[in-house]
C-alpha cells in the first residue's frame, strides 16, 4: 500500500520568505508526527497530531513554526519569516491507533534557506 | 526518556552478522527499548522493539541483558543495503508518543 508521503521532496526559498511542507500520512493513521533533521545528527521532534488536535507541540522551536491537520489526515508545516538556520530535512510519520510503537517514515522534505 | 550511547561507528563483513550495542542504564520499568534504522537519504525505518525478553522478527534479533541496562541488536547476515544509521531509543510503549533519536551508529557492510 502507499506510503507516507511529503511534498515537495526539495524546496529552496530566500530568508523571509513564508514556505509550507505537506505530509500525506498512511490512511487511517490517528497520530501524525513532524520531525527535522540537521546534517550529521538524528531526526528532532517538533509535534505530534492526535487526529485534528495537537497533542504536543513542545518541540517547535518558536512561533515561527505552526502546523496544522484540519481534518485528521494531511498536515502542513508552515514556517514564517525563514530564516537560514531552519534549513533541514523535515520529516513526517503516521502511527495507527493500537499499533503506536511503530511509526512509518516519509521520505523528508529538504528546506534550503539561502 | 532515559538516554542511550552508541558507538558512533562500526563495519561488518558482508554475510557476517552484525551486532550492534546500545547502553540504556537509566531506563525505567515501563520503558522499551526500540531501534530503528535510517539508510542514505530516506526516512527512518522502525525495526523491532521489546521490554525485557529477546524479541526476534524478519529483520533482526534484539538481545536485552536481564537488568535491561544495555541491548544488542543482530542482523543474522547482513548485506550491503543494511548499510545505514541505526537508533536505539528508550520510551514508555502503547502510546502515540514522539521519538528521541540520539546520534546513532552508522553502520558499514563491507563486500
Known amino acids: 500500500g502507499a506510503g507516507v508521503s511529503q511534498t515537495p521532496s526539495n524546496k529552496v526559498t530566500e530568508k523571509g520568505k513564508y514556505v509550507e511542507l505537506r505530509c500525506d500520512p498512511i490512511?487511517?493513521?490517528?497520530?501524525l508526527y513532524w520531525y527535522r533533521q540537521s546534517l550529521g545528527q538524528g531526526p528532532e521532534f517538533l509535534i505530534y497530531f492526535q487526529g485534528t488536535g495537537a497533542a504536543d507541540d513542545s518541540g517547535l522551536p518558536n512561533d515561527r513554526f505552526f502546523a496544522v491537520r484540519p481534518e485528521g489526515s494531511v498536515s502542513t508545516l508552515k514556517i514564517q519569516r525563514t530564516e537560514r538556520g531552519d534549513s533541514a530535512v523535515y520529516l513526517c510519520?503516521?502511527?495507527?491507533?493500537?499499533?503506536?510503537?511503530?511509526?512509518?517514515f516519509g521520505p523528508g522534505t529538504r528546506l534550503t534557506v539561502l | 526518556d532515559a538516554k542511550t550511547t552508541q558507538p558512533p561507528s562500526m563495519d561488518c563483513a558482508e554475510g557476517r552478522a552484525a551486532n550492534l550495542p546500545c547502553n540504556h542504564s537509566t531506563i525505567s520499568g515501563n520503558e522499551y527499548v526500540y531501534w530503528y534504522r535510517q539508510i542514505h537519504s530516506q526516512g527512518p525505518q522502525y525495526i523491532i522493539h521489546?521490554?525485557?525478553n529477546n524479541e526476534t522478527n524478519e529483520m533482526a534479533s534484539l538481545i536485552i541483558t536481564e537488568d535491561r541496562k544495555s541491548s544488542t541488536l543482530i542482523l543474522p547476515h547482513a548485506t550491503l543495503r543494511d548499510t545505514a544509521v541505526y537508533y536505539c531509543?528508550?520510551?514508555?510503549?502503547?502510546?502515540?508518543?514522539?521519538?528521541?533519536f540520539g546520534s546513532g551508529t552508522q553502520l558499514t557492510v563491507l563486500p
Open positions: 490512511s487511517g493513521h490517528t497520530a
Open positions: 521489546g521490554l525485557k
Open positions: 531509543i528508550v520510551k514508555p510503549s502503547g502510546s502515540a508518543r514522539q521519538l528521541t
Open positions: 510519520a503516521s502511527s495507527t491507533s493500537g499499533r503506536e510503537d511503530e511509526q512509518f
